[in-house]
T-cell receptor, first 115, second 113 residues
């Protein structure tokens, strides 16, 4: 049982390049989230999804796009990377139901540097 | 809009001391509150989860309380150890359908041997 897996773990981009971060979970969770973490700022919600085919904006969505074509995968895309997007990105998932408690499970993070 | 704050931003204590970390949120309509630990350069480790109907949760030397009406949660660490040194973050599940999870900025804890 792998839980939440993020790929790649590290990436260096040049300004203007594009890339996609992949988050995969094997817990059959409905809810998935992308966060970014910058020094001294905790985690800020970028986009989230409450189910296959649905996405919604979080606190800091500008410059990012997401897709949830399959329930187990949540993709975060940067169409034209900027130095301000240098950060550590975390993916998380959870299940919310009458029995489950809505606990959030995290991946190990993806460190992105934009030069 | 839900906002989450944590006080203090940093804390340094001698080994063996009991300590309290604070988390406050502006909108009391939450589904649950979760405390995490993060070591430098690492991911997040879940410590405790409190449902909105609960008042507290305990795990070993950790005790988390929740006062939803006042928008506050505390994480109590008993008999602190150097291995407890880390950043502690709280997060609230909120939103119209409880679909968002918003984090506080964290408290950086240093336990001095």
């Amino acid at each position: 049982n792998a839980g939440v897996t993020q790929t790649p773990k590290f990436r260096v981009l040049k300004t203007g390049q594009s890339m996609t971060l992949l988050c995969a979970q094997d817990m059959n969770h409905e809810y998935m989230y992308w966060y970014r973490q910058d020094p001294g700022m905790g985690l800020r919600l970028i986009h989230y999804s409450v189910g296959e085919g649905t996405t919604a904006k979080g606190e800091v969505p500008d410059g990012y796009n997401v897709s949830r074509l399959k329930k187990q995968n949540f993709l975060l895309g940067l169409e034209s990377a900027a130095p301000s997007q240098t950060s550590v990105y975390f993916c998380a998932s959870s299940y919310l139901g009458s029995v489950n408690t809505g606990e959030l499970f995290f991946g190990e993070g993806s460190r992105l540097t934009v030069l | 809009k839900q906002e989450v704050t944590q006080i203090p931003a940093a804390l340094s204590v001698p080994e063996g001391e009991n300590l309290v970390l604070n988390c406050s949120f502006t909108d009391s309509a939450i589904y649950n509150l979760q405390w995490f630990r993060q070591d430098p350069g690492k991911g997040l480790t879940s410590l405790l989860l409190i449902q909105s109907s609960q008042r507290e949760q305990t795990s070993g030397r950790l005790n988390a309380s929740l006062d939803k009406s006042s928008g506050r949660s505390t994480l109590y660490i008993a008999a602190s150890q150097p291995g407890d040194s880390a950043t502690y973050l709280c997060a609230v599940r909120t939103g119209t359908s409880y679909d968002k999870v918003i984090f506080g900025p964290g408290t950086s804890l240093s336990v001095i041997p």
